[in-house]
């Protein structure tokens, strides 16, 4: 063959060659980048993405923590009150400014109730909570819950309390240190499921309690990560893989301990209790609904009653249990701080002759400021997820259309020193009655604000006061050498958490 004809060859071979590579190339670049002018288009501000299909994150922060890439995401906005983030393809908007949050959360929250959580209703029974309801089902079950959770009703759990805490301190008795992280998540086991569900865990006293066992399952490794995650920014793959809230051990638990409960108190009668199960019961009673979807209404079963307990079991134990190991690290960590906090505590019980109250909580000022700052310094939750359900706009005339997913940074807003100056220094001044005054409320959201706010916030308060009251007045605490100071967070969990162990010495005072 000549020169010329293999060259003619070559090129007759080579060319389809190049052209399919070229055209996927061209497709892969399309796919990747068409939604890219979203923002513009909707006269919202945007930084230009980068690659196709990675949106405006970049290889660089795949080692990042939740928390340092969620604070990238805020700065990447700074002087804006918000901006169009390209979460891989898809458009969230991230909200920066106080007063825009204030919008969101509350006066313009008819346009922002649902939160977004895809479930799979169908094969995961778990999936009818309270924080996966969004829609008509989450107006009309929410205010039937929040009930349960009337000032009236926590004045009466406080004694409960303080019993887990008396349980507590036998069990501290028995050792010089702790691990400050499981002697908190028992604590808040016991209490949630005694205070909500009339059921006694035994997680402080039965090194097997089964509750104790199912709480560490929940949160182990990925699983409600990667279900939150990937339902909350691409539905359909969530759908089409089937992912459930819990897994499935976890899921038979909360059924079975749900149809023994209800076994047991109609034997006992069901008007006995006035608890959160109680609550659950009756609305099944009333054939209260609870989901509105394609195939109609759906009134609470007794798969709601499980799905619920789950869920307040969850978000109670973790986030509390978090939040009180956070508290005794800064005060082992702080000397002065714990010995003013004991003074005041001691001084308190002794007026109320050691018994512990509404009253004699709501003296111990100190202590206020410190759980707030503690729920400043680490904001379990790090951001608020809502989804628009109703078209909005913005204040400098963008839109934002329904289906798309808001994001505000709680983690990032707690440390801009615009509102926090040295975040990193846990002072619990910043809660005296004169800076709270000065606060604005779309710049302290440990809790959410506004109608969707955390349900339970005030119980959380309460139990955290309890268990690190009783604890100061008992025992002086120090870290203990193994304890890693500064404080390392862990780069993944779903719920801000120290990522090792914080153990603490203890001397009885
Ligand atoms: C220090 C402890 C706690 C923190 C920091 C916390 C924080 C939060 C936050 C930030 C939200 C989302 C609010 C929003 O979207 O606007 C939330 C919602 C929720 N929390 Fe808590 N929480 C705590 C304790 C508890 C406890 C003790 C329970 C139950 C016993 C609980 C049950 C819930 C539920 C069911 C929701 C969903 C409410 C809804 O969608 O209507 N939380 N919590």
Redesign the pocket.
């Known amino acids: 063959m000549c020169k010329e004809q293999w060259l003619f060859d070559s090129v007759l071979w080579l060319l389809p060659v190049i052209t399919l590579i070229t055209g996927i190339i061209t497709l892969f670049y399309f796919l990747g980048t068409k939604n890219y002018n979203y923002w513009t288009k909707h006269g919202v501000f945007s930084n230009t993405p980068r690659w196709p299909f990675l949106g405006n994150l970049r290889i660089s922060d795949l080692p990042k923590s939740n928390r340092d890439l969620i604070k990238g995401i805020y700065d990447s906005f700074e002087g804006r009150g918000c901006g169009g983030f390209y979460f891989l393809t898809k458009p969230v908007l991230v909200v920066r400014d106080p007063d825009l949050i204030v919008s969101i ?1 509350v006066s313009d929250f008819t346009h922002f109730s649902s ?1 977004g959580f895809h479930s799979n209703e169908q094969h995961d029974p778990l999936s009818k ?5 969004d829609g008509p089902p ?1 107006k009309q079950v ?1 205010p039937k ?2 009930a349960a ?1 009337g000032i009236n009703k926590l004045r009466t759990m406080i004694s409960d309390m303080d019993n887990f805490a008396a349980k507590t301190l036998e069990q501290m008795s028995k050792h010089s240190n702790i691990n400050a992280e499981d002697l908190s998540d028992k604590f ?1 086991i016991d209490v ?1 499921s005694s205070c ?1 569900f009339g059921i006694n865990s035994e997680a402080i006293e039965n090194p097997e309690s089964a509750f104790y066992e199912v709480a560490k399952q929940i949160f182990d490794g990925y699983h409600f990560l990667v279900h939150v995650f990937v339902g909350y920014m691409f539905p359909a793959v969530h759908t089409l893989a089937r992912m459930t809230v819990a897994r499935s051990q976890v899921t038979h638990f909360f059924k079975k301990v749900t149809n023994e409960n209800l076994h047991l108190r109609k034997s006992e009668g069901f008007s006995q209790r006035k608890d ?1 199960f109680q609550t659950l019961v009756s609305m099944k009673e009333t054939q209260e609904i609870c989901k509105e979807d394609n195939g109609g209404s759906k009134v609470c079963d007794e798969d709601f009653i499980a799905a ?1 307990l789950f ?3 969850s ?3 973790d ?2 249990g ?3 190991a956070f508290i005794i690290y800064e005060l082992a960590a702080n000397k002065e701080m714990q010995t003013t906090l004991r003074d005041e505590v001691l001084r308190v019980l002794e007026k109320y002759d050691d018994k512990m109250s509404f009253e004699a909580l709501q003296e111990m000022t100190y202590l206020e400021k410190i759980v707030a700052e ?2 400043r310094k ?4 790090m951001v ?3 989804k628009c359900e109703k078209a909005y706009r913005l204040p400098d005339g963008g839109l934002i259309e329904p289906g798309i997913n808001v994001m ?1 940074p ?1 983690s990032a807003i707690h440390y801009d020193p615009k509102f926090y100056p040295d975040p990193e220094k846990f002072d619990p001044e910043r809660f005296s009655e004169e800076n709270k005054s000065q606060r604005h409320q779309g710049s302290y ?13 005030q ?3 309460l ?2 006061k309890v268990f690190v009251a009783r604890i100061v007045s008992k025992y002086e605490l120090d870290l203990h050498p193994s304890t890693a100071t500064p404080m390392r967070l862990h780069p993944r969990n779903f719920l801000l958490s120290p990522e090792s162990d914080i153990i603490v010495n203890l001397t009885k005072v």
């Open positions: 959360l939160r909570n309270l924080i996966h309801l989450w929410r819950m929040t959770f808040m949630v909500l959160f619920n869920m307040f079991f978000a109670g134990f986030s509390s978090k939040i009180g503690a729920n680490y904001p379990i939750l608020i997820f809502r505000i709680s959201l440990p809790f959410g604000i506004g109608p969707r706010i955390c349900p339970a916030w119980f959380a308060i139990e955290l």
